[in-house]
């Protein structure tokens, strides 16, 4: 089956994780990395600092034994690649990002409005949420293992039957924990690429699934990891692959551990990509989401916007 048409997943089962050294993954070069982002001499001055490596672009770093490039070989996406898988386009009705909550999100997951205001700030499109829905009236396959958990393939095949004419794309999110396999033990989101819809959960990035007491930093770690997943699965609904080549929001996950080391913000190379299609002002992009890291306590990434408009501007 094409690449292009199976499934992506933000984190499989601990249980299939090999040794580092049996996968050989190695960080790319500078020169390759400057390489996949593709020749910049045609974009205007803003554009091509935009897509320049800074020091906000570090390589991705070698996989631990546990992560998710030990288990996975994945030889990443050029920007020449990503334009050849035709990705699907905007259209002047489909150009809405569409969150579809599935059960009650209450204490453990953001409110849906902070959520819409980080999509919409993120992507460059306007971000709308439709009613909740059960989770039972969508059919999917549960099982309990340590708790109940549904299975994610069923999830997306129900709500693929649910995209609004106006979506550009669908994300479902939930508190219900994912599987998406009987061998595999969680899964923490999936997406498909030309279907245009995906899923996540926040179950697992609330200390307390995990038996740890809450502190007053838990709705910000709660946040950040959310902000994460949900840009990474929407990145995989624009034909982004995961990142093999810096460190980057779109690099693949194994546990909450390598989603904690990882950053929000795409590295160049898949900003790239997704400039491709939204063509959004770069320099304004940071400016809004910067403020709005700020206003939901996130100091660290208002700081790298920061950091990244003074590259932009050439200041």
Not at 149 to 169: F, K, N, T, V, W
Not at 235 to 261: K, P
Request: net charge positive; with cysteine.
């Amino acid at each position: 089956m094409p690449l292009l048409r199976r499934s992506l997943l933000a984190a499989l089962s601990t249980l299939a994780v090999v040794p580092a050294a049996q996968a050989g993954f190695k960080p790319p070069s500078k020169a390759d990395r400057r390489a996949a982002i593709g020749p910049l001499d045609d974009l205007e001055p803003a554009l091509r600092r935009a897509f320049t490596l800074s020091a906000d672009d570090p390589p991705i770093p070698r996989p631990g034994p546990s992560d998710w490039l030990s288990s996975h070989d994945e030889s990443g996406q050029t920007f020449a690649q990503f334009k050849r898988a035709r990705p699907n386009r905007l259209g002047l009705v489909r150009n809405q990002i569409v969150l579809q909550p599935i059960g009650a999100l209450g204490e453990g997951s953001p409110a849906l409005a902070t959520l819409l205001g980080f999509a919409s700030r993120y992507f460059g499109l306007p971000a709308v949420a439709v009613p909740p829905i059960a989770m039972q009236s969508l059919r999917a396959r549960s099982r309990v293992h340590g708790r109940r958990q549904y299975r994610s393939g069923d999830l997306l095949d129900a709500l693929h039957l649910r995209i609004p004419r106006e979506a550009y794309c669908l994300i479902g999110v939930t508190q219900e924990d994912l599987y998406p396999g009987p061998s595999w033990n969680f899964v923490f989101g999936e997406a498909r690429f030309h279907d245009r819809v995906g899923v996540y959960s926040f179950a697992r990035y609330d200390p307390a699934f995990h038996g740890e007491a809450r502190t007053a930093q838990t709705p910000t770690t709660i946040l950040r990891r959310g902000f994460k997943l949900m840009a990474h699965e929407i990145g995989h609904m624009f034909a982004i692959t995961h990142c093999v080549h810096n460190h980057c929001v779109m690099n693949g996950s194994n546990n909450l551990e390598e989603t904690d080391r990882s950053p929000l913000h795409p590295c160049p190379l898949c900003l790239r990509k997704l400039h491709e299609i939204v063509d959004f002002d770069v320099r304004e992009r940071e400016r809004k989401l910067g403020e709005f890291y700020r206003a939901v306590g996130l100091a660290d990434e208002a700081e790298q916007c920061e950091r990244r408009i003074a590259h932009i501007t050439g200041d």
